[in-house]
């Protein structure tokens, strides 16, 4: 069976800081991944995504990058956090099916990050 | 562009009874999914119930059903039997062939025992 996995579980950083944020699947090849933020009492933005290694698509212009270094893994950076970036990130998969391509996506625990 | 409607917040319901959840989207895709996904205080997002735009019979899940309505672009999540467990956050999502999911604000669920 697939299973996520994300770390850290929890993160406070200073304002300033660089971030990296890493989730990783199992149980699967190639698939869709994905980076979201939540914040507070929100619902989910959809930050990167991406369909193979070294390939990403960023949804919304902010001072974060994603990475994908290897087939089931995926990397949320920052060079320099802000207190904006503030909230509750996920990370999730889908299976890569072409032009069906937006089918479920599985969520991993997520990351409580607060930016001081 | 999507667009992912839920018009209510909050909503409350008994024990034992049933309750229903409201989303309406909006797409220019032929086809796509339409999801229903539960984020418990834990804030893990859990898949509840998937329907595929194609199929005109209703998608179930044990106790949790929806009412979709194509033309009327509306996706309801029925709960029946509610169980204290069902306590959560609800998304509805709309994907289409475009490698996303658009989300609604969410209903927040309470049962009361």
């Known amino acids: 069976s697939q299973t996520i996995h994300q770390w850290p579980a929890t993160l406070v950083q200073p304002v300033g800081s660089p971030l990296s944020l890493e989730c990783t699947v199992e149980?699967?090849?190639?698939?869709?991944l994905y980076w979201y933020r939540q914040a507070a009492g929100r619902g989910l933005q959809l930050l990167f995504y991406?369909?193979?290694?070294?390939?990403i698509s960023s949804e919304v212009p902010q001072n974060l990058s994603a990475s994908r270094p290897q087939d089931r893994q995926f990397i949320l950076s920052s060079k320099k956090l802000l207190l904006s970036d503030s909230g509750f990130y996920l990370c999730?998969?889908?299976?890569?099916?072409?032009?069906?391509?937006?089918?479920?996506?599985?969520f991993g625990p997520g990351t409580r990050l607060t930016v001081l | 562009a999507q667009t992912v409607t839920q018009s209510q917040p909050e909503m409350s319901v008994q024990e034992a009874e049933t309750v229903t959840l409201s989303c309406t989207y909006d797409?220019?895709?032929?086809?796509?999914?339409l999801f229903w996904y539960k984020q418990p205080p834990s804030r893990q997002m859990i898949l509840v119930i998937r329907?595929?735009?194609?199929?005109?019979q209703n998608a179930t899940e044990n106790r949790f059903s929806v009412n979709f309505q194509k033309a009327a672009k509306s996706f309801s999540l029925k709960i029946s039997d509610s169980q204290l467990g069902d306590a959560a956050m609800y998304f509805c999502?709309?994907?289409?062939?475009?490698?996303?999911?658009?989300f609604g604000t969410g209903t927040l669920l309470a049962v009361q025992p």
């Open positions: 999502a709309d994907g289409g062939a475009t490698n996303k999911l658009i």
């Open positions: 329907q595929e735009a194609y199929k005109q």
């Open positions: 999730a998969w889908s299976v890569a099916r072409g032009r069906w391509s937006t089918d479920t996506q599985y």
């Open positions: 149980g699967t090849s190639n698939p869709n």
């Open positions: 797409t220019s895709e032929s086809d796509y999914y």
């Open positions: 991406s369909v193979g290694i070294g390939q």
